[in-house]
Nanobody
Framework: QVQLVESGGGLVQAGGSLNLSCVASGIIFGFYNMNWYRQPPGKQRELVAA??????????GYADSVKGRFAISRDNAKNTVYLQMNSLKPEDTAVYYC?????????WGQGTQVTVSS
């Protein structure tokens, strides 16, 4: 059974930081591309940050809206992907989802709420 469990969300003031974690089980973690998506209230889900599989070299990419503020990383020994979020803005408020993808098969976590107050 595949499980992705996110943690680290919460309420923070603008300019603050949060570090999200996602622990995966039931998959060969190193084979999977790992992604963070978010869904703001009333809007569609969007890709925020991505890191390719360990076997593909861990190439990283970001949405323009978070470049320079967010950092994605993975620890393959711990089956965990992280999203360090700095200089948070009210528009970063959303439910953040961890996603694992391999050969177009996707698995999702349950999401963690991030709320940034102005």
């Amino acid at each position: 059974q595949v499980q992705l469990v996110e943690s680290g969300g919460g309420l923070v003031q603008a300019g603050g930081s949060l570090n999200l974690s996602c622990v995966a089980s039931g998959i060969i973690f190193g084979f999977y591309n790992m992604n963070w998506y978010r869904q703001p209230p009333g809007k569609q889900r969007e890709l925020v940050a991505a890191i390719t599989s360990a076997t593909s070299g861990g190439v990283i990419g970001y949405a323009d809206s978070v470049k320079g503020r967010f950092a994605i990383s993975r620890d393959n020994a711990k089956n965990t992907v992280y999203l360090q979020m700095n200089s948070l803005k009210p528009e970063d408020t959303a439910v953040y989802y961890c996603n694992a993808e391999y050969r177009n098969t996707h698995y999702w976590g349950q999401g963690t709420q991030v709320t940034v107050s102005s």
